[in-house]
């Protein structure tokens, strides 16, 4: 697939530095400089505008499948797309960052009259980031979690902490609930797919596939004594503050905003129904007393500034707040805000980088999730009509894989060895994200 990516912002850099091995990439950007980035990489490389005619030819926008406009800008987003769209009627991905354009746009994406002078997909970060933060707060001690097929199945990751009964057992031996299955593993920043005689250790992350129910109980019995989560407090009142608030009060969550701006303040107390709104400043370890912070179940820190939030997010935990989640504006930043204790560092762009590797892939293989900063993916294939129907246990997968749940004649399946396949099964896959092009190319074979 030929890519034309416009912006090279840390979102286009890592799209083009994840899609050049398997696509052909051609980046556009104003900046000459930046072509040094890309110099070790087989990627092409045009200064220029993006909404440039010229500058578009010049990429061979009518000869390429895909065109990604990722600047700071939303309004230059905009621009080059359409222009894109209606030189070369090529699909359009558009990248904006304030949510009136997101619903203009998906407006006139809708209406009768647009054409081919439209935008195919408009991706807003932070609506993205609000979803996986409300999916995360709502279940205790989660570090990341994934509904899929109705929200019948969910993906929940769990950290071992010091003192739990699994702590060096074997993962056979350790009696987790029927209809789950243990998927994947994360020790020293790796992500490895486990089997049964892998012996669990201290501060090991647990990715665990199954029915909603069955891990709500595996939940409750390994990883946490509160069924619910009851309180949360959110440090910073921009839009994803704001988005996640009105989120957490449809589930009746008591709910506390504390916003270093007045005026903000004043905005955020007419649009929210129950939220308790505070003017004030997050660093401020006085204030964080006397608003009892240390008393809520858990504590986001959503500023727009990575500092900051690590600041707030470490006085919430000399607090005594058991669970703190921060937002991460530098990709990068992640593995730093939990190495210094922070319980999940989530990140706008690696939801949004997941969206367009989702978008991007064939229509019968989609990607349900991605997990741990896109060291691991949930594949969802449909069995072919080509396939021959045979026993999980004698399926010869070239690489680790786990086929975590089976969707069959409408009924939800968690599969072990005898499980039989069937043509036209749905299934969801979990494999690293190095082993899933295999994985996709062995289920396209026939009579596999």
Known sequence: MKIVIYGTTEI????????????????????????????????SFIQG?????????????????????????????????????????????????????????????GGNDTKEFFIDYIIYPEELLTQELFRIVTVPEALDVENFADDKVRLLEYKIKEGSPIVDKKVKDCNFTKDTLIVGLTRGGTLFI??????????????????????????????????????????????????????LESLRLKTKIIEKSYTRCQFLSQELKSTLVINGDGTDLKLLEEEDIGSYDVT??????????????????????????????????????EKV???????????????????LDENDIDILASVEQGQGEVLEIEVSEEF?????????????????????????????????????????????STNAPSVREFFKVKGN
């Open 341 to 359: 204790g922070i319980d999940v560092a989530v990140s706008p762009k690696t939801s949004a980088i997941k969206e367009v590797k989702n978008d």
């Open 194 to 247: 486990p089997d049964g005689e892998t012996v669990l250790e201290n501060d090991d992350k647990l990715i665990f596939m199954g029915t909603t129910n069955s891990l709500n109980i595996l939940a409750g019995t390994f990883f946490h004594e509160k069924e619910f989560v009851k309180s949360v407090a959110i440090i910073g009142g921009g839009n994803v503050g704001l988005m996640l608030a009105k989120s």
């Open 12 to 43: 286009g850099c890592l799209l083009a530095t994840e899609f050049f091995e398997e696509h052909d990439i051609t980046v556009i950007d104003k900046d000459e400089n930046r072509k040094n980035e890309f110099n070790n990489l087989d990627i």
């Open 300 to 337: 986001v820190s959503v500023t727009n500034n990575d500092e900051k939030n690590l600041l707030c997010s470490l006085l919430a935990k000399q607090l005594g707040v058991k669970r703190v989640i921060a937002r991460v504006a530098k990709v990068l930043n992640i593995r730093l805000f």
């Open 388 to 432: 021959t129907d045979k026993k999980l246990m004698e399926l010869k997968i070239p690489v680790h894989a786990i086929i975590g749940v089976i969707e069959s004649r409408g009924k939800i399946v968690i599969p072990n060895g005898h499980t039989q396949l069937k043509q036209g099964d749905i299934m969801m896959i979990f494999t690293t």
């Open 49 to 109: 505008n993006g909404a440039d005619i010229e500058v578009l030819k010049a990429a061979d926008i009518q000869g390429s499948d895909v065109f990604i406009a990722c600047t700071a800008l939303d309004e230059a987003n905009i621009v080059a797309c359409l222009t894109a769209k209606n030189l070369s009627g090529i699909r359009t991905i558009c990248f904006v960052n304030k949510k009136e354009y997101k619903n203009t746009l998906s407006f006139a994406r």
